[in-house]
Structures are given as structure tokens and as C-alpha cells.
């Protein structure tokens, strides 16, 4: 069964396929013109151990621990976004 995970781009993946997740790092986030937006937070999440098949969740600290906490069960998971075909 697929457990569909909202990232905080809009993006879509399926929690079940997850092989590893890495450590939260912290960054500091700007925006174009050069201002302090605070810290930013980074996790890499792995569906297979090629490069290719790994993405980093980006965003504050309530989005990344959000998704986190959807993955490891602790919170309730976004619908999948279905479409109907007549």
C-alpha cells in the first residue's frame, strides 16, 4: 500500500519506498537581495543508494520536521492526488 508524502515544494512521494534518510542539516537561508531569512533546514532522503535516486527536502524547520514526521508515521499523510478518466 502507498503512503504518499507531501514534500514542501508540492511534490509527491511514496514514504514506503524510502531506503534512508539522512541527518537534518542547518543552513543559512537568504533571499536575493542579500536579507537574513533565519535558518534553513535540509534532509536527504534515499529510494535506492544511486545518486540519482536521492532528493533533499528543503524549507524551515516546521516543514522538514513535518515531512519527517509523516515518513516515520507520527502525523497524518497528504491524499494522493488522483484523476478521473471518463
Same mark, same amino acid.
Given at each position: 500500500?502507498?503512503?504518499?508524502?507531501?514534500?514542501?515544494?508540492?511534490?509527491?512521494?511514496?514514504?514506503?519506498?524510502?531506503?534512508?534518510?539522512?541527518?537534518?542539516?542547518?543552513? &543559512?537561508?537568504?533571499?536575493?537581495?542579500?536579507?537574513?531569512?533565519? /535558518?534553513?533546514?535540509?534532509?536527504?532522503?534515499?529510494?535506492?543508494?544511486?545518486?540519482?535516486?536521492?532528493?533533499?527536502? %528543503?524549507? *524551515?524547520?516546521?516543514?522538514?520536521?513535518?515531512?519527517?514526521?509523516? /515518513?516515520?508515521? *507520527? &502525523?497524518?499523510?497528504?491524499?494522493?492526488? %488522483?484523476?478521473?478518466?471518463?
Amino acid at each position: 500500500m502507498q503512503r504518499w508524502i507531501k514534500l514542501p515544494d508540492g511534490r509527491f512521494i511514496d514514504a514506503n519506498r524510502i531506503a534512508y534518510i539522512s541527518k537534518p542539516e542547518t543552513f &543559512a537561508r537568504v533571499d536575493e537581495d542579500g536579507n537574513d531569512l533565519g /535558518i534553513g533546514y535540509a534532509v536527504y532522503l534515499g529510494t535506492d543508494f544511486p545518486r540519482d535516486a536521492q532528493l533533499t527536502v %528543503t524549507g *524551515g524547520k516546521d516543514e522538514v520536521f513535518a515531512v519527517l514526521r509523516a /515518513i516515520l508515521g *507520527g &502525523a497524518p499523510v497528504a491524499p494522493a492526488a %488522483t484523476s478521473a478518466t471518463p
